[in-house]
C-alpha cells in the first residue's frame, strides 16, 4: 500500500508564495519509478491538472493557468514531490492533492483517472 501525504497548505494574500509537500511511502514504493503530479479542485469545480514530474525524473508539465508561476520538483532519496507556487492569485483557491502511478501506467499524464494513488490533500485559499 502507498500512502501520500500532502502539507503546506494555508491562507495567503494575493501575491504571496507557498511550498506544498507530498511525502510518499509503503513497503513496495519507489520514488523513481513513479510519474508524481499535483491536481487541485476548487468548490463546485472539477478536479484540474497542474503539474507533473516524469518517473524518468528530467521533464516537467504544466497547465497553462500556473505555467511561470509554479514549479514542481522532486527528491527521490525523501520520496517527496514539492510545489513551489509563487504570485498567488485568488483564483488559485482549492484543494491541492497529490497524485502518483507506476511508470508503466498509460494514459495522458493531466488525466486523474489515470493515477493509482491519491493524498487527502490540502488547502490553499488566496484572498484579494
Known amino acids: 500500500q502507498v500512502q501520500l501525504v500532502e502539507s503546506g497548505g494555508g491562507l495567503v494574500q494575493a501575491g504571496a508564495s507557498l511550498r506544498l509537500s507530498c511525502a510518499a511511502s509503503g513497503r513496495t514504493f519507489s520514488a523513481a519509478a513513479m510519474t508524481m503530479s499535483w491536481f487541485r479542485q476548487a468548490p463546485g469545480k472539477e478536479r484540474e491538472f497542474v503539474a507533473a514530474?516524469?518517473?524518468?525524473?528530467?521533464?516537467?508539465y504544466y497547465s497553462d493557468s500556473v505555467k511561470g508561476r509554479f514549479t514542481i520538483s522532486r527528491d527521490n532519496a525523501k520520496s517527496t514531490v514539492y510545489l513551489q507556487m509563487n504570485s498567488l492569485k485568488p483564483e488559485d483557491t482549492a484543494v491541492y492533492s497529490c497524485?502518483?502511478?507506476?511508470?508503466?501506467?498509460?494514459?495522458?499524464?493531466?488525466?486523474?483517472?489515470?493515477?493509482?494513488?491519491w493524498g487527502q490533500g490540502t488547502q490553499v485559499t488566496v484572498s484579494s
Open positions: 514530474t516524469m518517473w524518468s525524473g528530467g521533464s516537467t
Open positions: 497524485a502518483a502511478r507506476p511508470r508503466y501506467y498509460t494514459g495522458n499524464y493531466d488525466q486523474h483517472s489515470t493515477y493509482a494513488y
